[in-house]
């Protein structure tokens, strides 16, 4: 196949942008002004055109410097030899000097300009050009520079960016004693730079740019650093995703539970942090009855196992280091957690992302196989060595390829619809490759950071057959019986993360790596092309998706994306005094005024056939934008820094706040309609969700301590007491294996993934996501490391190991794969048992559960004023202040605020008291805290003494177990002797249920 090049708008537009920028936006000037001041009016009125702030002059010192502003994906390359052609055509320039960072990035370009050569010539109607790579060992070659023809020098910055470099030391031969690199100088070429932010990030790279003294210096990028100098044109990621040009962007992420079978340890940051290294983990933290991923906060010296409470981590010891710098933390027993990694189940998520991404794979080529797109997928390595090794010098398939192969034949053969695909007979060794750096002897290893010429084999095995791995392989055919047109799952260490995309790309799985050194942009950046088919040209459409398997689930992901995003200033989060400017805005034209014969103001009269035709399209200007600002910053809805105040933004959504800033945006000078359309703007790019509502604590005072009522109540309830219960091991035993809900009818589960798709929206203020599907897998595995359940058995429910033993043997006799169950999945056997044990535990206790009183009172002066939440605090009416303590009352529903209203109006009732949190009884069930003592007169003489339990219900039954185990508890403790007169009763629902 011969990719086809097509006309993009976009692509002309920047192309534009440059050319009447430097001809002073004179259709008929043909040659560059360099004026400083002729140019910089040009340039702030191409600012203008195109929304863009104005920097400072300082770009134009020494030479002109622009930034052009392309995101991964929609053309970059093309763009600037695009411009170079109209340079060329336009003014008559000949000698361009192309500067990337990367011999990756150097072998792409390479391949445009030879491809692109005829093409470019023929649409821009000009001259072809000669190129050449610049060669330390070819230097002669710069001598193309001194002549009129239209030569164009592609170069990394490594090249001449030192003194040590040969182009920059003293040639006699040939160069007549001169340095090669003023053959260059002597030109006074236009500088092209590729990703700047890497080329001339630091001083030695801005030094050898300046070094070939050019005319002017263009730099195109995705993510620009440098911002002082002027963004000529803009199409950024918003602008790409928005207009169609880029594939809309998938994650699917897997978040595992393993129900705390494995001790899983993820770490998510270090920080310092009041005083001290604090490292952020995920790991399985008891929660109740069950094991739930938790964050954790780990300081040096801690123990994981203490902090979870699971004995699962008791094998880490304490925390030994936590390093900042490197981002790892170490336990007592060595191991590492380096940030990235997912210690515990990451062969879990290998497995499943692996799987879902071949499934995925297999699925899109079925659909658009009959279209001629070829479907491409990459996986980028934590390390080489797990996808190949050496024995004794050769080539073997290490553990990711076995499990690749393994999982593609088990797929592919799972269902008679992939009998369809060209690719079904393929061989699985013949589908998927690597890519690596080699070394001399040509075996494969980890690419390193730095540019060595040992990537290079790597590098240009994939650049020079781009259109064979875009080649679908056809049975019938045997043109496409070649190893790029079978290739399709294309393994990576390093060497493709930047430099190398492919239309085709439409899965990219990143297996977790130490550090994170592949950012989210990198990731997407390879495969963000609108894909093409066997014709070479872009088929536009719903299938352009790429699904990014990441290590992290999808709302980390947006996150993390909209934060990188922010970060390269790609996305706005901040409203500085430019913000509006250039926006535009439909603005009601105003009637005009005219002065009759006697000077008399007169209305013109205005006829329209339209009312649009009142209306007139203005642009806000810088003086406007800043005016609205300050009226932003002064009504409280930006922080002085721009940042949007979340709480005030959702304000906005009332008329009188809207209203308000309105009329003062009018009052300092600005139109009516601007401020509305400005204000509308504000709404929509920031649509933050609602804070949490959090009400201020408020201390709740007391009344009157030595209420006679109050004293005589508080005597008859405040005895402590203990209990006591009386059933035999034996016989727990015996009902947990032969009674009601035995043991052995416990059901096995097993462990289970779930899998998370959701489609990243990008807008210019945020970046979003929305879930599309959710798909949850069981696990079966068989390689769970072996736990002690008998002890952690023993341990949660106070029995001895052989009650638990006995328990278990005697549940296998009745049910022979008992034992068979608990292997599946010994953690929530053990939750679930311990339930089961407990519910036994419970019936035996209720029928032998007695209460004795220790002897011990509750003080009265423990009643003192206590601090709650406002919103949750019912007001005592002040005229019952002598029926109860406190003069608000700790409220935690309807029911009981109501129930509060009726004992102040209830005659009978003659004081109450909302138990304090600390007023608890003992039960084997947890603590029990009631919720009223009430003191009742009847006929006034009679008095009755009331604990009571409010619900929302009068049947116990419809409490659950835990409820109904305590209140039962309750009653049988204020039964004890010593609570003379004392009436426990609940549930209670309303004061009518009270006996009184």
């Known amino acids: ?376 997928s990459l996986i980028f390595l934590d390390s080489v060595s797990n996808y190949r090794v050496y024995k004794d010098g050769v080539p073997e398939n290490g553990e990711y390829a076995k499990l690749f192969e393994k999982l593609y034949d088990e797929i592919l053969h799972s269902n008679p619809k992939y009998e369809k695909l060209n690719n079904y007979q393929v061989p699985v060794s013949e589908v998927h490759d690597g890519y690596f750096a080699m070394d001399k002897k040509g075996i494969i290893k980890d690419s390193k950071n730095k540019e060595t010429n040992d990537d290079e084999t790597a590098f240009q095995v994939i650049m020079q057959d781009k259109e064979g791995l875009l080649t679908q392989y056809v049975p019938e055919n045997p043109s496409t019986n070649t190893k790029a047109a079978k290739l399709r799952f294309i393994f990576s260490h390093s060497a493709l993360k930047e430099g190398w995309d492919n239309p085709n790309v439409f899965q990219i799985l990143t297996i977790a790596t130490p550090k994170n050194d592949l950012t989210r942009r990198q990731k997407i950046g390879r495969g963000l092309r609108i894909a093409v088919d066997q014709n070479g040209q872009r088929v536009y459409g719903d299938h352009n998706v790429v699904t990014i398997y990441a290590n992290e689930t999808f709302e980390e992901f947006a996150n993390g994306l909209q934060d990188e995003y922010v970060a390269s200033g790609l996305l706005t989060n901040k409203i500085d005094a430019n913000f509006f400017a250039g926006t535009l805005v439909d603005k009601t034209q105003p009637a005009q005024i005219i002065i009759d014969e006697n000077g008399i103001e007169q209305p013109e009269l205005i006829v329209l056939d339209d009312q649009d035709h009142a209306k007139q399209t203005v642009k806000v200007s810088t003086e406007e934008s800043a005016k609205f600002v300050t009226v932003l910053q002064q009504t409280n809805i930006i922080k002085e820094d721009g940042a949007p105040k979340i709480k005030e933004i959702k304000s906005l959504k009332s008329k009188e706040k809207q209203n308000a800033i309105i009329k003062n945006a009018v009052n300092s000078g600005i139109d009516e309609d601007i401020a509305i359309s400005l204000l509308n703007q504000i709404s929509i790019r920031f649509n933050l969700p609602e804070p949490t509502n959090r009400k201020q604590r408020k201390t709740v005072e007391i009344t009157d301590k030595n209420n006679q009522y109050l004293k005589d109540l508080w005597d008859k309830i405040a005895h402590k007491v203990n209990y006591r219960v009386q059933f035999s091991e034996s016989e727990l035993i015996d009902d947990v294996v032969k009674g009601d809900n035995p043991l052995s009818s416990i059901r096995d589960s097993q462990m289970s993934t779930v899998q998370t798709r959701a489609r990243i929206k990008l807008a210019n203020a945020k970046v979003d996501n929305v879930v599309t599907t959710q798909n949850t897998q069981h696990l079966s595995w068989d390689n769970l490391p072996i736990q002690d359940i008998t002890r952690q058995m023993a341990d949660k429910l106070g029995l001895t190991r052989q009650a638990i033993i006995k328990m278990i043997l005697k549940s296998q006799e009745i049910d022979d794969q008992f034992i068979s169950k608990i292997k599946q999945n010994p953690a929530l056997f053990v939750r679930r048992a311990v339930v089961n044990i407990q519910n036994h535990q419970r019936k035996l206790l209720n029928k032998s559960l007695v209460y004795v009183q220790s002897g011990e009172l509750w003080s009265k002066d423990q009643l003192r004023p206590y601090e709650a939440s406002d919103d949750t605090l019912w007001q005592v009416p002040d005229q019952a202040f002598i029926k109860t303590l406190y003069k608000q009352i700790a409220v935690q529903s309807k029911e009981e ?45 009679e008095r009755l003494y009331f604990v009571v339990d409010t619900k929302s219900t009068r049947e116990a039954s419809d409490l659950n177990q835990h ?34």
């Not at 209140?967 to 002797?977: H, T």
Request: net charge negative.
């Open 1 to 376: 196949m011969q990719l086809t090049y097509e006309k993009l708008p976009y692509q002309d537009q920047a192309v534009s942008a440059v050319i009447d920028t430097l001809s002073a936006h004179d259709d008929i000037n043909n040659s560059i002004e360099l004026d400083p001041e002729t140019l910089d009016a040009s340039v702030r009125v191409t600012l203008s055109e195109n929304n863009q702030q104005y920097p400072t002059e300082n770009y134009l010192d020494p030479f002109p410097q622009f930034n052009i502003e392309m995101e991964t994906g929609t053309g970059k390359t093309m763009v600037y030899l695009k411009t170079i052609m109209e340079l060329h055509r336009r003014f008559y320039e000949n000698k361009f000097v192309i500067v990337v960072p990367s011999r990756a990035i150097k072998a792409g370009v390479e391949d445009s300009l030879n491809k692109m050569r005829n093409y470019l010539s023929d649409v821009h109607n000009t001259d072809k050009y000669h190129y050449f790579i610049y060669d330390s060992k070819q230097i002669s070659q710069l001598q193309a520079f001194e002549g009129n023809n239209f030569e164009i020098m592609l170069t990394t910055i490594q090249a001449f960016n030192s003194a040590n470099n040969v182009i920059n030391q003293e040639y006699n031969e040939g160069f007549f004693g001169g340095r090669p690199i003023d053959q260059i100088r002597n030109s006074h070429p236009i500088v092209i730079i590729d990703e700047p932010q890497s080329v001339d990030g630091a001083d030695a790279g801005k030094k050898a740019i300046a070094d070939l003294n050019p005319k002017l210096v263009l730099r195109y990028s995705a993510t620009h650093k440098d911002k002082q100098y002027p963004l000529l044109f803009e199409f950024g990621p918003v602008q790409a995703y928005n207009a169609g040009m880029v594939k809309h962007i998938e994650t699917l992420g897997t978040e595992i539970d393993t129900d705390g079978n494995l001790p899983v340890v993820e770490l998510k940051s270090v920080e310092f942090k009041n005083g001290s290294l604090q490292a952020k983990v995920v790991a399985y933290k008891a929660a109740e009855d069950d094991f739930d991923k938790k964050q954790i906060i780990l300081k040096s010296g801690d123990l994981l196992s203490e902090k979870t409470k699971n004995t699962r981590y008791f094998p880490l010891g304490k925390i030994t280091e936590i390093n900042s710098l490197e981002q790892f933390i170490e336990f007592e027993n060595g191991q590492r957690i380096e940030i990235g990694t997912i210690e515990g189940e990451n062969e879990i998520w290998l497995n499943t992302q692996l799987r879902s991404l071949i499934k995925d794979h297999l699925d899109r080529e079925l659909k658009l196989q009959d279209k001629g797109i070829k479907v491409l």
């Open 897 to 941: 605020s109501q129930f509060a209203e009726s004992l102040v109006k209830e005659e009978k009732i003659k004081y109450f008291l909302k138990l304090p949190n600390w007023f608890k009884i003992p039960t084997p069930f947890g603590n029990y805290n009631p919720d009223w003592a009430i003191l009742a007169e009847s006929n006034q003489t």
């Open 963 to 996: 409820e109904q185990d305590r209140i039962n508890a309750g009653k049988r403790a204020f039964d004890s002797e010593n609570f003379e007169n004392v009436i426990f009763d609940a549930p209670v629902k309303v004061i009518g249920d009270l006996r009184i």
